[in-house]
Structures are given as C-alpha cells and as structure tokens.
C-alpha cells in the first residue's frame, strides 16, 4: 500500500454535543454568525445533528443533539456536560488511512466506515490511542472511494 503524504487534508469540522439542536443553532447563527449548512437525523449514531458552516473555508461545527437518552451523545452529555464530543479530519479514503493507522497500532471504533453526515464515509480512532480525544475521520460523499 502506498502511503499518502498526509493522512488527513483538512480539519472537516468539530462536534460539539449539546442538549438542545434547535437552540444551539440559533446561537451558532445569531451569535457567531454561522450559516446552518445541513441538518438531518442520524438514526444509527442516535442523533439529530446540524453542520454550521465556518465563513467559506471548508470547515464547520458539528452539532449533535441526542433522539433519546440511549444515544451515544446523550450518554457523553451526561458524562461530561455539553461541549467539545470531536474533532473531524477529511481524508481521501477512509478504509486505506483507516488500514494505515491499523498498521501504526491505533484502535479504531468500527472494522469498516460506516455512513455519517451528508452520506460521508467516517470511521472513529479510539479516544484512549489520540490523547483522550474523539477523532473522527471523514471520507467526503462523491469522493472517487
């Protein structure tokens, strides 16, 4: 396999968990200024999420609200409150930098991506392997993958 010369291309975005979808886009958009790009609901994460665009660099905050309290999420707000759950690095392909980090002796979360926002490819390294922190990496829909 032929590595790449950078695993990630660019941070996609940062998930912050919140309680309230409605309420935190309203203060994304009114506050901050950010545009609401996507919103949808994530049966298989457990979530109602939204992706609020930063200015026109690529890049978003991800907020995710839980559908009930058997979700991941709510289960991480009642651990830790609301804020930071991720952060998101955009790859190429997501099954080889997903083999490249296997090789390297990271966990990952799932053996294969599974479907995220906006139909991306995305796949989980292990908080306990990143320093603590949830990294999320994101294959882009329409990505030649």
């Known amino acids: 396999m032929s590595l790449p010369t950078h695993l990630f291309t660019a941070i996609d975005h940062v998930g912050m968990a919140v309680p309230d979808l409605d309420e935190a886009i309203a203060f994304y958009r009114d506050v901050f200024g950010m545009t609401l790009a996507h919103q949808e609901v994530n049966e298989e994460q457990g979530v109602r ?9 690529g890049s978003s905050v991800q907020l995710l609200a839980p559908i009930d309290e058997t979700s991941t999420i709510a289960t991480f707000i009642g651990r830790n409150g609301p804020g930071c759950q991720q952060v998101a690095y955009r790859v190429e392909d997501v099954e080889q930098v997903s083999a490249i980090l296997r090789e390297r002796g990271v966990r990952l979360l799932y053996d294969a991506p599974k479907r995220g926002t906006s139909d991306s490819r995305i796949n989980f390294v292990h908080p306990k392997d990143a320093g ?14």
């Open 132 to 145: 603590g922190v949830l990294v999320e990496l994101v294959e882009p829909a329409g990505s030649a993958h």
């Open 49 to 57: 999420e939204a992706m609020m665009a930063v200015g026109d660099s």
